[in-house]
């Protein structure tokens, strides 16, 4: 049996797409700006989007080994001692975690250079990305320039 679809059946709707951007105005004088912001930008700075998309950024950037990430050195010491109270700021980045604004908002990227990178790689808004402990931890440590 076979049956036709009415005009009263509904469509399924497809996903908005989303849009990486930056705010010029959040971008310091050498084209840096933080995840967070990037990530607030692309979510009309709603708190709760924009920690998602700031999880789901930086999972993608660890699974890639991306390099340009910079931290002074004040707040890669912040976070190394974070990290030796607290295993989260470095394991959990998911959008119900405060440790995700943490970091991300630590975590200066060249901002037009990330987002074509992300488009380059294929990066999509509403995969999970989830590297392992291990490779967390190491993208943090050996690849994160301290500035």
Same mark, same amino acid.
Not at 4 to 14: F, I
Not at 36 to 64: E, H, P, Q, S, Y
Not at 81 to 96: M, Q, V
């Given at each position: 049996?076979?049956?036709?679809?009415?005009?009263?059946?509904e469509?399924?709707?497809?996903?908005?797409?989303?849009?990486?951007?930056y705010?010029?105005?959040?971008?310091d004088?050498?084209?840096?700006?933080?995840?967070?912001?990037?990530?607030?930008?692309?979510?009309?700075?709603?708190t709760? +989007?924009? #920690?998602?998309?700031a999880? #789901?950024?930086?999972?993608f950037?660890?699974?890639?080994?991306?390099e340009?990430?910079?931290v002074?050195?004040?707040?890669?010491? $912040?976070?190394?001692?974070?990290?030796? +109270?607290? /295993?989260?700021?470095? $394991?959990?980045?998911k959008?119900?975690?405060?440790?995700?604004d943490?970091?991300?908002?630590?975590?200066h990227?060249?901002?037009?250079s990330?987002?074509?990178?992300? /488009? #380059?790689?294929k990066? /999509?808004p509403?995969?999970? $990305?989830?590297p +392992? +402990?291990?490779? #967390?931890?190491?993208w943090?440590?050996? /690849?994160?320039?301290i500035?």
């Amino acid at each position: 049996m076979t049956t036709e679809p009415t005009e009263e059946a509904e469509t399924p709707e497809a996903a908005p797409e989303v849009v990486l951007q930056y705010n010029k105005d959040d971008v310091d004088e050498h084209g840096f700006t933080s995840v967070w912001n990037v990530a607030a930008a692309t979510c009309d700075g709603d708190t709760a +989007r924009t #920690r998602d998309m700031a999880g #789901r950024i930086l999972g993608f950037l660890c699974k890639k080994e991306y390099e340009h990430v910079v931290v002074s050195s004040t707040d890669a010491q $912040y976070l190394d001692e974070w990290f030796e +109270r607290e /295993k989260a700021i470095i $394991y959990n980045w998911k959008a119900d975690s405060e440790t995700t604004d943490a970091i991300t908002q630590h975590a200066h990227v060249p901002a037009a250079s990330m987002i074509s990178f992300l /488009k #380059r790689e294929k990066f /999509k808004p509403t995969a999970n $990305y989830s590297p +392992r +402990r291990a490779d #967390r931890v190491a993208w943090f440590q050996e /690849k994160w320039g301290i500035g």
